[in-house]
C-alpha cells in the first residue's frame, strides 16, 4: 500500500493517486507580524517589533531607528472584530532595513496584508505606503516593490519597479476603492515582471508590472522621504521570500478571512 510522507510547511511527497497538494503557507517566511501576538499596554508605542519567521533574523527584527519618524501603537481592540491592531497616524513608521543596512535580497517575494484605511488616500500625503522595500537607496540595486495609497485617485497601486523602465510600461494592479473604509486583506506575489493579487473575497488578478526586489520593509512610509503617512491600521503582515501558488493564495486567503471575519 502507497502511502504519503507529509513534510513540514504541507508539502507531501509521493502523495496517493489523484491527492491534492496541501497549500505550503508555513515555508520561506521572512517574517511575520501578527498584532495579536504583540504584549503591551493599549495605545502605547511601538518603537520594536519582534517578528516570526523562518529565514534570517535580520529580516525578523523591526525598529523605528531607521525612520525618520515616530513609532507606530498598539490597540487592544481596533483591529477586526474587536482584535489588536498596529495604528499609524500619519506620521509613524517602522522599518526592519536601511540603505546602509539591507536585509536579505530576493526579486520573487509574496505579501500578506490584513489592513484597514482610516483615510481616504487623498487625505494622505503622496509619500505615503503600506510598505516599500530599500531599492531606491541601494546603488547596486534600483528596482523596488510597494504597495501605495493613491491619492488622486483613491486607489491601491501594487508594484515592483525598476527605475530604468519607464513606469508605462510597467504599471502594476491599481485596486479601486471608492469611500470603503472596511478591513480588507490583499495578497500579492511580485513574480519578476508580473504580478497575482488577490484583495479581499475579488477574484485573483494577473498584472504586469517591473522588476524589483526585497531589501527589507518600511511599513508606512515611502523609502524616498521615510516620512510616515500612511492612515491606517494593520493587524497581520507577512512576507514570503517566494511566489504563493494561485491555489497558496485562495488558502491563505480562506485562512484570513476565517479568522478575522472579512469577506
Request: one cysteine or more; a negative charge.
Amino acid at each position: 500500500m502507497a502511502l504519503a510522507r507529509i513534510l513540514y510547511g504541507g508539502e507531501i511527497t509521493n502523495p496517493l493517486p489523484n491527492h491534492p497538494r496541501i497549500p505550503d503557507l508555513e515555508s520561506d517566511i521572512l517574517y511575520e507580524i501578527d498584532a495579536a501576538r504583540i504584549s503591551a499596554a493599549n495605545g502605547a508605542a511601538l518603537p520594536v517589533i519582534q517578528a516570526t519567521g523562518n529565514m534570517g533574523a535580520r529580516d525578523r527584527l523591526f525598529d523605528n531607528t531607521r525612520s525618520e519618524a515616530s513609532p507606530p501603537t498598539w490597540s487592544a481592540n481596533g483591529g477586526p472584530g474587536g482584535a489588536p491592531a498596529i495604528v499609524f497616524d500619519g506620521a509613524t513608521a517602522i522599518a526592519n532595513a536601511s540603505a546602509a543596512n539591507p536585509a536579505s535580497r530576493h526579486s520573487v517575494t509574496t505579501y500578506v496584508l490584513v489592513g484597514k484605511y482610516d483615510a481616504l488616500p487623498a487625505n494622505m500625503a503622496a509619500s505615503a505606503r503600506w510598505l516599500t522595500s530599500f531599492g531606491p537607496l541601494n546603488v547596486d540595486d534600483p528596482g523596488y516593490q510597494y504597495i501605495q495609497p493613491v491619492a488622486a485617485t483613491n486607489e491601491t497601486r501594487l508594484r515592483a519597479y525598476d527605475q530604468t523602465v519607464d513606469p508605462a510600461s510597467a504599471p502594476g494592479l491599481l485596486i479601486p476603492l471608492g469611500t470603503d473604509l472596511d478591513w480588507f486583506i490583499l495578497i500579492c506575489a511580485f513574480r519578476g515582471g508580473s504580478g497575482l493579487a488577490k484583495y479581499s473575497a475579488s477574484p485573483l488578478q494577473e498584472f504586469v508590472t517591473g522588476t524589483g526586489d526585497y531589501r527589507g520593509s518600511l511599513v508606512g512610509a515611502g523609502a524616498g522621504s521615510w516620512q510616515g503617512s500612511l492612515i491606517g491600521k494593520i493587524t497581520y503582515l507577512k512576507a514570503h521570500a517566494r511566489a504563493l501558488s494561485p491555489d497558496e493564495i485562495e488558502a491563505q486567503y480562506l485562512v484570513l478571512s476565517r479568522r478575522f471575519g472579512i469577506g
